[in-house]
């Protein structure tokens, strides 16, 4: 009667513990825990495609200072230094500048001066203030901080899918990490059996069939376990990734106690998807981007005029030339004739004005779409769960008849073996069910833009 008693012991272990707790293994030196909060406070600061788009934003905002300059006087230095190719010759006929009494004609005949080829320097300095491209520029710094807040919501956007994936990515882990833990208990079970059953071959009380289907089942409990492992691992290493650390990172999961029940009225969801979205907020933007575009591209036809002021210095120019000049005054430049070039690229402009408009909509009823499926999705999901818990909680009971009829020769080894594989079977159904609730949870969120 000794085997049966350890035979009992072995199955009264397995009964008693969860899939997601190891009361029946060996305490082993367990690594720091990442619970799922420091896992998403540690993607939003480490996360690389994050601070990518954190970059981007900080872009976008010196491009908008950047072009805030244009408004202000652009001040130009040109220096000019070398020689002439050829001397220079000024010929003035007799009277060029006039007659004057008593003096008479001057020149007083024609005169020719010459200047010899020399070394000179010209030195141009000018400053020019826009005054109606002022119009252009007001409108493209608009349109550079709506590009700017696109930006900002297009990190937003980024910010939302790091969360997701994260979740997703440490639910799956639990679930595998739970999935190793059922399968260790199994295999403890399935050792002890194998040696209980052994001892019975030899004492020729059992089969030596019976002894290696014991043998076969711990063989796949095994492998399973190896390739949980394997798996448990991956998703370790893609959650390091996905919080900017070192993959090699060492860490354990914090088990899954309970899930409380979401409900959301559809209506609610859909209202705060189209409130919240960062896709929709940046469809908006774009048409607010494209009105901007095309005002710009229509305050073309407006003349430029521009207030300058210009100083030419020269240096060693010789007694014939001043060697300074300046002037201030107004400059202006109009391309009156453009054969049709300009109203065609603002009908252009309008055209994409249109299509932003369309994108809206299209994504307005896409967003509405996506949240009633997700929120269908979480319902299922929430339904199944008690019914997973349901077959699992009826997996153990059978186990524990079983056994009591194994105990009592009322059963055969291998009814104990098809209870306890379909135990394991609910077991894994059962947190497949939980990370279903989990998942659809974090889509919803995702869905409706909840920071």
Known sequence: MIPLTFL?????????????????????????????????????????????????????????????????????????????????????????????????????????????????????????????????????????????????????????????????????????????EATDEAIKFLQELDRIVQEQVTQRKALRADSLEVKTRLAEATHRAVTLESDLTSLKEQLNDLLGRDVRNEFSLEPVLSISALRVDAETAQTLALQRRPSLKAARLHVQQAEHDTRIKALQYVPDFYAMVAHVQGVNIGQVLPNQLSVAGIFVSWEFVDWGRKQRELAEKRRTVDQTQLAVKEAEAQVAVEVRHLLRNLEDAQSLLPVKQLAQESAKEKVRLTMNRYTQKAALLQDVLNTQSALADANHQYQQAILGVMTAKADIEKAIGEE
């Open 8 to 180: 009992f012991v072995a199955i009264g272990c397995i009964l008693v513990s969860l899939p997601t707790t190891a009361w029946c293994m060996e305490m082993k030196a367990a690594a720091p825990v990442l619970t799922l909060e420091q896992a998403v406070d540690q993607a939003m600061q480490n996360n690389r495609p994050l601070k990518t788009a954190t970059l981007e934003v900080e872009k976008s905002g010196e491009a908008t200072d950047a072009r805030r300059t244009q408004r202000l006087p652009a001040l130009n230095v040109l220096g000019i230094s070398g020689s002439r190719l050829s001397e220079t010759k000024f010929e003035f006929n007799k009277g060029a500048f006039g007659t004057f009494p008593g003096v008479g004609p001057v020149p007083g005949s024609n005169t020719e001066i010459k200047d010899p080829i020399r070394w000179s320097s010209y030195v141009l300095a000018t400053a020019v203030q826009p005054l109606t491209p002022l119009l252009r520029i007001n409108e493209g710094i608009r349109l550079s901080e709506v590009t700017e807040q696109v930006a900002q919501e297009q990190r937003r956007e980024q910010r939302h899918a790091v969360v997701n994936q994260v979740k997703r990515v440490y639910f799956q882990a639990q679930q595998t990490q739970s999935a190793l």
